[in-house]
């Protein structure tokens, strides 16, 4: 808008002093030599160099008013300074030439904060943070109206500042980095909870790095050494003792293995000799049945005839009598008394 004001002012003057004519005018100077020199005159006309002079101001004039805005952006059209209730999207467009365009990147931008903390038990923390944003289209024109175009600077900066410090603050320094995307994920919560009235969107807040003091990382250094030998010690036990519980059961292992091998051996033995013993019970069983069945079968003609199936022909040489009173001699001997 300066620069249209100064370039209309600028082709104002250079139109009129245009339309002044030159005269050359004739005189004796002090010491009476004739002398000639041009002088303007107070007669004014148009002349073509003016009208060249307008040509450039118009083609100045409609240059101006011409106006592109970029892709990704919003264009907030303001007229004397104050904010039109329309806005420009990407593409070029005509305003008059006393409206401005103001151009309002729409598109996820990235900046980078170096700050400063304290934990819960008050040790410094030097931080350096990546934080992604993005403003609404649709709000961009309130935003302007309200914040103006620095509004990084007005509003997200020291909201970022405030809320990093105030996560910080409940956290111990020890548990800082262990929780490092926990913390982004906090800052970014309450940072996008106070951005979203002005339609600034919140993308990411990523914490790049996390430094502490030389003091404070010597003694974090000594404690992780500390802690790592006291495991190393602790597993080396572990291991020891896990040895010797492993040896004193494979020896009751062992001993109930033998234990169970000679019950089992007693058991086998005491089915064997009762198998025996049922196997004798049995056998007399069965012998004195085959008895009681054979006398039972007995009758005085099948003895006979067993009798004489077996007889050779011979008779004996002996005959005794039921009651073995005396003996007969079947040859033809004498009988002998008994």
Partial sequence: ????????????????????????????????????????????????AQLLAFLVLAVFVLLSCVTVVPTGYTGILTTFGRVEDRTISAGAHFILPWQNVVKM???TQKVEIVTSAFSSDIQQVDLQLSVNYCIDQSTAQELYRTVGAFYYDNVMYPRILE?????????????????????????????SADMQRYGITIVSIAIEDIDFTDAFTAAVE??????????????EQAQKTMEEEATARRAVIAANAEAEKAVIAANAELEVVKIQAEASLYAGEKEAEMNKRISES???????????????????????????SYMIDLTGNDTVEP
């Fill in 1 to 48: 808008m300066l620069l249209l004001i100064l370039g209309l002012v600028a082709a104002i003057v250079l139109f009129v002093m245009l339309g002044f004519r030159y005269a050359e005018v004739s005189a004796p100077d002090a010491k009476g030599i004739l002398r000639t020199r041009r002088t303007r005159t107070r007669e004014w006309s148009l002349r073509p």
């Fill in 105 to 107: 990147d729409n598109r």
């Fill in 163 to 191: 809320n990093t410090k105030a996560v910080f603050s409940q956290y111990s320094a020890e548990n800082l980095i262990a929780q490092r995307n926990t913390l982004s994920d906090f800052i970014a919560e309450s940072t």
């Fill in 222 to 235: 000594a404690k992780q050494v500390a802690a790592q030998n006291k495991l190393t010690a602790e597993t």
């Fill in 298 to 324: 007995l009758t005085d003609g099948l003895i006979d005839y067993y009798w004489i199936k077996q007889w050779t022909g011979v008779l004996p040489t002996t005959l005794l009598g039921t009651d073995a």
